[in-house]
Every structure is written in structure tokens, then in C-alpha cells.
């Protein structure tokens, strides 16, 4: 049975009123696919990208109706540019729990793409105990900011910090 628990709550969901969309309630395409077919709800491909080796061996079709776009975990502005033109489906900027400076790149998207028709989950800086800028929300909006990230109150032990420097050295040389 694919996402079972999620079917038998859909008679509670409908109770609740026009759902725009959900994200994404199961794990793999079959599943998606398989569920799609039984409910009348947008459904939104998260993790189906992220999670993937290559997204843009993904066949889709009939399993989603939305793709999601986070800028890091996609591999920058230009690769979800890409995963949106090969897919054709419309998009949804949303972050991976950023600092501003994500944030900023997350908005530095969505003001790039030619449409969009959903609203972006972009405002979770608030999530974070401490973040290094912040971007106001004022009427629902929030725009692209130029600021220094401030790391006063930020700082971690050496090991740490070794850490990350070396994971993003591996990143880089994987990038090449």
C-alpha cells in the first residue's frame, strides 16, 4: 500500500478546505505516481530531486505536479534553472533552512525565473537561534539584500571549524 496513512487522511484534509498543494508525501516516483492517481491534491517533488544522482534522469511524469527548488541542495541558480526547464512543470522556491546569506539566493532565484504561481518558503530564517543577517518580511515580501554576514556570537571550536573547511575543500574539488 503506498502512502497509506496519507489516503485515509484525505477525507480529514478535504474538511479542511482548498489545500493548494502538499509536499511531497512519499518517497519514490512509483509511490508518487501511485498516489497521484487516487487524489485530486497537487502534489509537490522535494527530496525526489535532492535525494536523486541525477534529477534530470527522472521520469516525472504523472507523479508530480510541482517541482520544488532549493538552490543549494539543487547545485545553484543555474542547475534548478535547468531541472525547470528539462522538467516543464511549474516551480516553488522554497529553502533548505539557510542563514540570510542562502536566503539571499533563494530570493536571487525566484526573482529570476519568468513565473512563478506559487508563494516561496523563503522565510525560515526566524527558525534559527542566531543568524548572521536578517532579511525583514514587511507585507508578506521580502527582498534581496546586500549585507556583510556578522559572525559575532558564531564562533566554534577548532576541530569544528577544520571540519567544515575541509568538507567545503572536498565540495570544491568536486566541482572542479
Request: proline fraction near 3%; include cysteine.
Amino acid at each position: 500500500m503506498v502512502c497509506g496513512a496519507w489516503i485515509r487522511q484525505q477525507s480529514f484534509l478535504e474538511r479542511c478546505g482548498e489545500i493548494e498543494y502538499v509536499e511531497q508525501p512519499c518517497a519514490t516516483v512509483v509511490e508518487l505516481r501511485e498516489l497521484k492517481s487516487r487524489v485530486d491534491v497537487k502534489i509537490v517533488g522535494d527530496e525526489i530531486l535532492r535525494k536523486s544522482k541525477n534529477p534530470f534522469e527522472l521520469d516525472l511524469d504523472g507523479a508530480i505536479d510541482i517541482l520544488m527548488l532549493k538552490v543549494q541542495p539543487l547545485g545553484g541558480i543555474r542547475n534548478a534553472h535547468a531541472l525547470a526547464a528539462h522538467h516543464k512543470l511549474p516551480v516553488v522556491v522554497s529553502s533548505a533552512l539557510e542563514s540570510a546569506v542562502g536566503i539571499n539566493y533563494g530570493l536571487t532565484l525566484a526573482a529570476s525565473l519568468e513565473e512563478m504561481s506559487y508563494d516561496c518558503g523563503l522565510g525560515t530564517g526566524s527558525l534559527l537561534a542566531k543568524n548572521v543577517a536578517e532579511i525583514p518580511i514587511v507585507d508578506g515580501k521580502m527582498q534581496i539584500q546586500r549585507f556583510e554576514p556578522n559572525f559575532d556570537g558564531l564562533e566554534v571550536s577548532a576541530d569544528r571549524f577544520d571540519w567544515w573547511k575541509n568538507r567545503i575543500m572536498r565540495t570544491a574539488a568536486l566541482l572542479g
